[in-house]
Each structure stands twice: as structure tokens, then as C-alpha cells.
């Protein structure tokens, strides 16, 4: 290798930059160096190394004779719009003197080495070297610099602070094979001006850059029509009971809902990418990710404006989250309902999306690579629907080792790490105090309900709560003599003699009534000292596949028996939620990895809900007053 050497900066590095100079750019010129230089780019940048045509120089970076990264340069780029304009020269001209134009395709600093201001000043040194070295190799002199930024993995603010210019973006294409692809892929643009009189040199003038009406702005009133074209999806709505002629109305109503949330958004082009993406979930498209949503209903052109519609643009997603619970107040409000929590997961390749880590997945029923958010919904005897969420994030991503990923997925820097029981806690807390949705109910699975705390959360609001619990709970209970209580299992207290079940219809649904075998019985829980403490309701539901369910509620002692057994048919819609918003609306569709992008993708998964749940509210045949006949069958 001669003057270069291997060895790699090893361990994490966080120091002032001063601390690891001096700094070393080397120019790569033997074969051997061009294999440590591909090599090195292929295992740490995320794009892998260039094809090996036309002129281009590499460049190997040391501090202190260790290697720490790697920069490219190659020829610019045949056509870009953006540095065109910005340029200003004709077509002659940049046939003559596009060699001037260098293209920095590769810049790499080993991600363990965290040095402030290191990035800018390598680059800064970088521009120098390659400077002297292309007119030494190529005979060209440069007079502008090139790179392009993808805003997905990267701010570009080393760039910046290197003095260059952010100048547009890319249309995300590229050439192949003598041609152009669409990869969707849009990036910005950023230039380096390395000879001012570059311009009097070509003889050329910059230009400003036509303002062009939107071509996404020009859909707007074909939406509609690709609505009807593109379809819904056949099992998302049970027709048989939907009012003849309905079907063709579809898109008027979705126009029409869509139209209660206008004010969320700040310009007509964000309204419509809006109803582009909820038509989108409510379609008959296979993958319904953002770049799928925006080739049905607004065309190829669109792709990157729907992708920023969820990730980066401004407009009110609380407002919309506001009227979206508001709207399920005015539709299904009952001072009976309940409010229920539950987590959901979403398996997820790599690990770079927020938030993902390998936890247990419930759709999986393993440990697995997943992303885990909370939810709240809501229920009464007219429908169902989710109201809220919050993306749990795994204590690991707090640490100093998951800082860039925070940063490139915009967590909000003021997040702190939550358990799910405390998110669950924040989320109904702030959903009881604003009042919006009325309710007499909590309910929640055994990995909330099993938690004292959170129980007792419920009961400090006033709220009565339906908690499943875990078979191994344990509960003090009298014995059949009823002289002294004793501390046991529930999966114990399910198999006792003293048990008395009663078969009970839950609903009537459209095969006719649902049965289920419930017992209710006086307990009382195992307090922290291990003795018996508050007085409860146990109800044990037995399935027909003769698994058994376990609940305990702080519903006062006189309560009527059938409200208990109302809770216990309110508890499960959110499952019926997360069921049909993962078959049939996309919910674990999105490709996005931020933040932001997932609660604003989860809020259109709600409005879905809530536009299929006023559609069967308003055109059923014969509305019933009772939970939807959908859930209804499927309870046992």
C-alpha cells in the first residue's frame, strides 16, 4: 500500500476537531488504494460505490494516519434544471463547457467518529485539493461544484456550513441504458461556485426559473373521476345492507367528508394531495403507499409532493385530529360509551424507521423487528372507531448511540422515554379532561389491565373500567364454606365448583344471536402487601373454543348485570379496528421512517374509519342500535 495506510479510526471518537489533526486528504492513484477506497464506500455509505466510467477522482481521509472516510469526484451531470437556471447558459454553451462542472457523487466519514464541525471543514479542505488535482490530471479548470442531498438520510447542513447553495431539486430520475427512469427518488441540489467570473467566462447571465402552474393543482377536478376509475375495496363495506344506488355516491361522499377538514390545510395543492391519499386507503390498490396513491389518482409527476405531503409539509394535522374526534362525538356519543386502549405492531425490515427495534409483535406472536404504537378507541351501542395515537419508542432510542437516528427521523427533542402504560395514561388523561368524547367506560387488554396503577389511573378520573387480566392474577375470594377469604389464581377461581356461568346473548348478528358463557362474581384484589384489599367485579367469559377471558372492574356492587355484560361487548372494537385497518385501509402499508409521517399516516387510517363508519350510519337499510353486525359475528 505504501504511503497509505489501512488502519481504521477505531472505537467512538467524540473530541473537538482540533483534537484529531492534523487531517489528511489523499489522493487515490494506485489500484490497490481504489480497492480500499470501493471497498470502504460499499460497506458504510448507504448508496454503495459508483460505476467505474468517465473521469472522476477518489480521495482517502486521515486524522492522524488513521483513516476515517472517503469523498468522489466525477463529471457533472448532463442535464439538471436547477443548476441550469441557476448558471444561465444555452444548450451550446453547456455542451462547451459542461466539463468545467464537477460532481461530488461520494462523501463518507465513519459514522463512529463524532467531531464537530468535521464534515464542513473536510469538504471545505476537500474543494481545494480536488481544485488543483482535476486540472493536473484533466487539463480543465473548475468552475462550479455539484452534489446531491437526499433529504430522507440528510439535513445538508455540512454542506452549508462549507458555503454551498442549496439551489432546487432533483424531478427524481435517472439515466439508463441511453434513457431516463423514474425512480421517485427527488434530491436537492446544492452548488459550489469555484470561479466567480464563471459566468462572464461562458458569456451567459443567470436566469430565473418559470413560475409554472402546479400540474398537481390541474388534477384537482379530475380527482373525482378517478375515484369511480381507480374503486374501493369490495369487503370494506358489507353492500348487502348498504341502500341500492349507493355505490355510485361514493365518491361524492368521500368529496364531501373530506371537505369538513379544508381549514387544516394551507394551499388547495395540500386539499388535494389530502383526498388523494384517504381515497387512496379506501381503494382497491394493492400496496397503498404514497408513491402507489399518487400513480392511481394524480400521476407520476406527484409521487415526491404526495411522499412530502406526510413527511415534511406544513399544514394542521391537530386541527384535523380535533375534528375527527369531534365528528365521532356528533355520530356515535353516548354517555355509556367507553374509551379503549390498546397496542397494535407493524413488522418492519432494517432499522431506521422510528422507533423500531426487535420487541414483541402481537400480529407475530414473537419477538420480532417491529414498530409499536398505543391507541385509544371508542365505542357505544351505534359504532366504533379510533380516536388517538402515540408511537411507542423502545428506551434504546434515547441513548447517545441513537442520536443521528433521532435526528433523521424528527423526533421531537423534548420526547422522553415512556413505558406504553404511561403513554396509554397520557392519552386517555388528555381525552377525559378535554370531554369531547363522553364516556362512563375504560376498557383495555391484560397487558394494561394487569397494571394496578393504571387501574386505579381509570378510577382516579371517575371512569369505571372493563380490565382483562392475566389467568395467573391473583384474587382473594371466599371459600364455599363463605367463612374466610383466599388469595388465588383466576384460572383456579374459573375451575371451581362455586363458579356459576349463565349463557347470555351478547348480540344479534346477521347469523343470528351471539352466545357466550359469562360468570360475574364479587373479589377482591391482591393489594402490594399481598392481602386482600379494594372490593371488584370478576368476569370470566368462556369462548366456544373453550378458552377463557378474564376481566376485573370497579363498577359499583349494584350495577345491573347486563350493563357488565354491555362493557364486555364495547371492550373489543378496537381489535376489530386494527383487524380491518391492516386487511383493508393500508395501516401497515406506510414506507415512511419519521415521526411525523407515522402519526399523520395513522390519522388518515382514523379518518378512513370514520368516513366508512358515517357511510353505514347514513345508507343502512335498517340501522341497528347496536354494535355493527360486522363485529358482532366475529366476537366468538
Not at 468535521?118 to 481545494?128: E, F, M, N, T
Not at 441504458?177 to 447571465?205: A, D, S
Not at 347470555?504 to 360475574?520: D, F, N, R, T, Y
Request: with cysteine; net charge positive; charged share 30%.
Amino acid at each position: 500500500m505504501g504511503r497509505y495506510k489501512t488502519e481504521f479510526w477505531q472505537g467512538q471518537i467524540e473530541c473537538a476537531l482540533s483534537d484529531i489533526k492534523p487531517i489528511e486528504i489523499r489522493l487515490v492513484e494506485q489500484e490497490a488504494e481504489h480497492e480500499l477506497w470501493k471497498n470502504l464506500i460499499n460497506r458504510y455509505h448507504y448508496l454503495g460505490s459508483p460505476g467505474n466510467f468517465g473521469r472522476k477522482l477518489r480521495y482517502l481521509i486521515f486524522a492522524r494516519d488513521r483513516l476515517i472516510g472517503a469523498i468522489g469526484w466525477n463529471s457533472g451531470s448532463l442535464k439538471l434544471e436547477s443548476r441550469d437556471y441557476f448558471i444561465g447558459w444555452s444548450s451550446e454553451q453547456r455542451r462547451r463547457y459542461l466539463a468545467h462542472v464537477l460532481d461530488n457523487d461520494r462523501f463518507l466519514l465513519l459514522d463512529w467518529v463524532k467531531v464537530k464541525n468535521l464534515a464542513s471543514y473536510v469538504l471545505a479542505r476537500s474543494i481545494r485539493k480536488v481544485k488543483e488535482d482535476w486540472k493536473s490530471r484533466y487539463g480543465v479548470r473548475p468552475y462550479l461544484l455539484e452534489s446531491f442531498i437526499d433529504p430522507q438520510f440528510f439535513s445538508g447542513s455540512c454542506y452549508r456550513a462549507a458555503g454551498w447553495q442549496y439551489v432546487g431539486h432533483t424531478k427524481g430520475y435517472e439515466k439508463i441504458h441511453g434513457g431516463y427512469r423514474y425512480h421517485g427518488r427527488v434530491k436537492e441540489v446544492y452548488l459550489y461556485v469555484v470561479e466567480p467570473e464563471f459566468r462572464k467566462i461562458i458569456g451567459c447571465n443567470k436566469r430565473s426559473r418559470p413560475q409554472r402552474k402546479s400540474r398537481i393543482k390541474n388534477r384537482e377536478g379530475k380527482l373525482r373521476m378517478m375515484v369511480e376509475e381507480v374503486g374501493y375495496d369490495p369487503d370494506l363495506i358489507d353492500w348487502a345492507e348498504i341502500e341500492e344506488g349507493m355505490v355510485g355516491r361514493l365518491a361524492d361522499e368521500l368529496v364531501a367528508f373530506h371537505r369538513l377538514f379544508a381549514d387544516c390545510f394551507c394551499r388547495s395543492e395540500q386539499r388535494l394531495l389530502s383526498e388523494s391519499y384517504l381515497s387512496g386507503l379506501l381503494s382497491d390498490i394493492r400496496h397503498k403507499t404514497a408513491e402507489a396513491i399518487a400513480l392511481a389518482f394524480l400521476g407520476v409527476e406527484a409521487v415526491r409532493c404526495q411522499q412530502n405531503f406526510l413527511s415534511r409539509y406544513l399544514w394542521d394535522d391537530t386541527l384535523m385530529l380535533k375534528r375527527h374526534q369531534s365528528l365521532i362525538a356528533e355520530e356515535i356519543g353516548e354517555e355509556e360509551g367507553m374509551l379503549s386502549v390498546d397496542s397494535s405492531e407493524i413488522a418492519k425490515k432494517g432499522k431506521e424507521s422510528v422507533g423500531v427495534a426487535r420487541q414483541y409483535c402481537g400480529s407475530l406472536g414473537k419477538r420480532e423487528n417491529c414498530q409499536s404504537g398505543v391507541f385509544i378507541g371508542y365505542s357505544s351501542r351505534i359504532g366504533y372507531c379510533l380516536v388517538d395515537s402515540r408511537l411507542y419508542v423502545p428506551e434504546v432510542w434515547f441513548t447517545d448511540a441513537y442520536a443521528e437516528r433521532r435526528k433523521k427521523c424528527g423526533m421531537p427533542e423534548d420526547l422522553r422515554f415512556q413505558t406504553k402504560i404511561q403513554i396509554a395514561t397520557s392519552l386517555l388523561g388528555k381525552q377525559i379532561r378535554k370531554g369531547l368524547l363522553p364516556s362512563r367506560w375504560v376498557g383495555c387488554d391484560s397487558f394494561f389491565g394487569s397494571s394496578k396503577h393504571f387501574r386505579d389511573a381509570i378510577a382516579g378520573w371517575g371512569k369505571l373500567y372493563l380490565a382483562e387480566i392475566r389467568s395467573n392474577s391473583i384474587l382473594w375470594q371466599k371459600d364455599t364454606d363463605n367463612r374466610e377469604e383466599k388469595a388465588q389464581a383466576v384460572s383456579e377461581i374459573a375451575k371451581r365448583e362455586s363458579t356459576a356461568w349463565e349463557r347470555v346473548i351478547l348480540a344479534e348478528g346477521s347469523k343470528g344471536p351471539i352466545v357466550a358463557e359469562v360468570s360475574i362474581q364479587r373479589v377482591r384484589e391482591n393489594d402490594e402487601k399481598g392481602e386482600a384489599g379494594e372490593e371488584l367485579w370478576l368476569i370470566i367469559r368462556r369462548l366456544e373454543t373453550g378458552k377463557l377471558k378474564y376481566y376485573l372492574s370497579n363498577a359499583p356492587e349494584q350495577i345491573p348485570h347486563e350493563e357488565l355484560k354491555r362493557a364486555l361487548l364495547m371492550r373489543w372494537p378496537i381489535e376489530q379496528c386494527f383487524e380491518d385497518g391492516k386487511k383493508y385501509l393500508g395501516m401497515d402499508h406506510y414506507e415512511h421512517r419519521s415521526w411525523k409521517s407515522w402519526h399523520r399516516h395513522m390519522l388518515y387510517i382514523f379518518l378512513a374509519q370514520l368516513f366508512l363508519l358515517r357511510v353505514r350510519l347514513k345508507f343502512k337499510k335498517k340501522l341497528q342500535h347496536s354494535l355493527f353486525l360486522k363485529f358482532s359475528d366475529c366476537l366468538l
